[in-house]
């Protein structure tokens, strides 16, 4: 199980942290991914880190404004995004890759 948390409505150029709790599974054996859904648009990948060796990949969009992390004794994978923009908004969600889902937060970004 993946539980999100974190969303919510900020001004352009904020900040938010997003959390994604886990259990019911070995943390070491996946890696955690974020992803985004946008009204209208596909889901796109957000970043991911693998817990077992910590390399991490962003996406273009978010590069050098997101920062991924993990604490791997809490079971918790974090999302921190600064410099946040209108396009920024969507419900994010977390992906334990290949095999679970969180149900998703929403994080609005006003102009």
């Known amino acids: 199980q993946l539980v999100e948390s974190g969303g919510g409505l900020v001004q352009a150029g904020g900040s938010l942290r997003l959390s994604c709790a886990g259990s019911?599974?070995?943390?070491?054996?996946?890696?955690i991914a974020w992803f985004r859904q946008a009204p209208g648009k596909e889901r796109e990948g957000v970043s991911c880190?693998?817990?077992?060796?910590?390399?991490?990949y962003y996406a273009d969009s978010v590069k050098g404004r997101f920062t991924i992390s993990s604490d791997s004794g809490k079971n918790t994978v974090y999302l921190q995004m600064n410099a946040l923009k209108p396009e920024d908004t969507a419900v994010y969600y977390c992906?334990?890759?290949?095999?679970?889902w969180g149900q998703g937060t929403q994080v609005t970004v006003s102009s």
């Open positions: 019911g599974f070995r943390w070491a054996d996946f890696a």
């Open positions: 880190i693998n817990n077992s060796g910590g390399s991490t």
């Open positions: 992906n334990a890759v290949g095999r679970y």
